[in-house]
């Protein structure tokens, strides 16, 4: 299944999170594919946000991973910074994904670790807007 969406602004984003959080449940990962600063990061903060966390959520590109708790455990993983699968493994990827759910920036480096069930989300810039497209 896949959809696609047009955000023209911030709200159309928050809008978006919005839909998709009370959708999720314990064990959804989400990988987030885009170039830098297609706004994978600040759809995150604003899922937490749906998802009941109240504490801030900043960009993990340095620490790798954070955790957040709000209706669910929340793993938000960036990684961008990271050059090999066997670093992804380290970080006990695996291990994470039943108990909550799992946000990762930046996935393509753990292509075959992401579960069947993975949702694909694409956050791509179309002239002065922005498009999502989500696959399942
Ligand atoms: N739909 C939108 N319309 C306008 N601005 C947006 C939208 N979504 C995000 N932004 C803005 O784009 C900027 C970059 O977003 P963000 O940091 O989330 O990108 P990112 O995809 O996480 O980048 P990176 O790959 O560096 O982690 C932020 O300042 C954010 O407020
Ligand atoms: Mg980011």
Redesign the pocket.
Known sequence: MQTEKI????D??IAFAQELAPKLKKGDVLALY??????????TQQLCKSLGVTENVS?P?YVLMNEYMGSFTIHHL?L?RLDAAEEVLELGLYDLYDEAITII??PEIADGMLPENAIHIY?EFIDT??KVTVKK
Request: aromatic residues 24%; hydrophobic residues 25%.
């Open positions: 955000l023209r602004s911030e159309d984003t885009g170039e830098l600063g297609t706004g994978k990061t600040f759809f960009s590109s960036d961008y920036e930046w956050f807007y922005r």
